[in-house]
C-alpha cells in the first residue's frame, strides 16, 4: 500500500506519523506546501488529508462518509485506530484526546485498487485548494487572510457515493462559497465525483478562514509567489 511510507504501524491498532513522513506526503502526494507542514516547524500538524487517507485504508470505502476534524496531531503522536467499527468512529490520542470524528454507512468497499485511486483523486483535489479554488473566491468577496498569520483550518469533509463498481474515479469542482462572519469565513468546495465519464457521487469540504481583512491583490500576490517559490526549489 502506497500509505505504508507515510505512517509507522505499531501495534494493531496504534499508529504515528513522523514529521518526515507527513512532510512528504503533504508536498509529494498533495502538493500542499503550507510552512506548518514542513519538517522542524515550530507548530508541525499532520495533514488532515493523510489522516484522512489512513482511516479510509483501514475502514474501507461506503457510499457515505464523512470526516470532522477535532484537532492538529503532532509529529510522532501515537493514534488510537478503534478495532470495531459500527459506523461511528473517534480517533483519539494515547491520552484520549479526540482529532477525527468518522462517519460512514451503506455498502462498504475495502478493494484496495479502488480505495488508492479515490484517496490519490481527493488528495490532489485538495492540493488545488490554494491558490487555484481559495484565492478567487477570496478575492470574489474581498477579503483575504493575514498573510504574516495566516491561520486556514481544514474543519470537515463529507461524499455521497451511488456505486462502489467503479474505477479510477477522478474529482470535479462543482461550486465554491464563502461566509463571512466578521473576521471568520467558512469556505465551501462542492465536488463532483466523476468515473467512466459518469458522475457517480458528489461532495463538500469545508475549510474555516480566520483572520479576514480586506483583500489586496498585491498582498496576496506575494503569498502566491512565496508559495510558488517552494513548490519550485522543493527537491524530491
Same mark, same amino acid.
Given at each position: ?27 509529494? *502526494? ?135 463498481? *467503479? ?40 475549510? *474555516? ?28
Amino acid at each position: 500500500m502506497f500509505l505504508d511510507a507515510f505512517h509507522t504501524q505499531h501495534t494493531d491498532n496504534t499508529i504515528s506519523v513522523s514529521a518526515e513522513q507527513g512532510s512528504t506526503f503533504a508536498k509529494e *502526494i498533495a502538493g500542499d506546501f503550507n510552512p506548518i507542514h514542513n519538517v522542524g516547524a515550530k507548530r508541525f500538524v499532520v495533514p488532515g488529508d493523510l489522516l484522512f487517507a489512513l482511516v479510509l485504508n483501514r475502514y474501507g470505502l461506503s457510499k457515505s462518509m464523512s470526516v470532522r476534524f477535532s484537532g492538529m496531531v503532532g509529529a510522532d503522536r501515537t493514534l488510537v485506530l478503534p478495532e470495531v467499527d459500527k459506523g461511528t468512529i473517534d480517533i483519539v490520542d494515547a491520552e484520549g484526546k479526540a482529532y477525527l470524528h468518522l462517519e460512514h454507512s451503506g455498502e462498504t468497499s475495502h478493494d484496495a485498487a479502488l480505495i488508492e485511486d479515490l484517496t490519490r483523486s481527493y488528495v490532489a483535489f485538495s492540493g488545488q485548494n490554494f491558490p487555484f479554488i481559495m484565492v478567487p473566491l477570496l478575492e470574489k468577496h474581498q477579503v483575504m487572510f493575514n498573510p504574516r498569520r495566516p491561520l486556514v483550518i481544514y474543519e470537515s469533509m463529507a461524499f455521497e457515493l451511488t456505486d462502489l463498481d *467503479i474505477s479510477q474515479p477522478s474529482l470535479e469542482l462543482a461550486n465554491t462559497s464563502l461566509i463571512v462572519n466578521g473576521k471568520r469565513g467558512d469556505a465551501l468546495f462542492e465536488f463532483n465525483i466523476v468515473a467512466g465519464g459518469q458522475r457517480v457521487g458528489t461532495g463538500i469540504k469545508k475549510l *474555516i478562514v480566520s483572520g479576514l481583512q480586506p483583500f489586496d491583490a498585491e498582498l496576496m500576490d506575494g503569498v502566491i509567489a512565496e508559495f510558488d517559490h517552494l513548490r519550485a526549489n522543493y527537491a524530491r
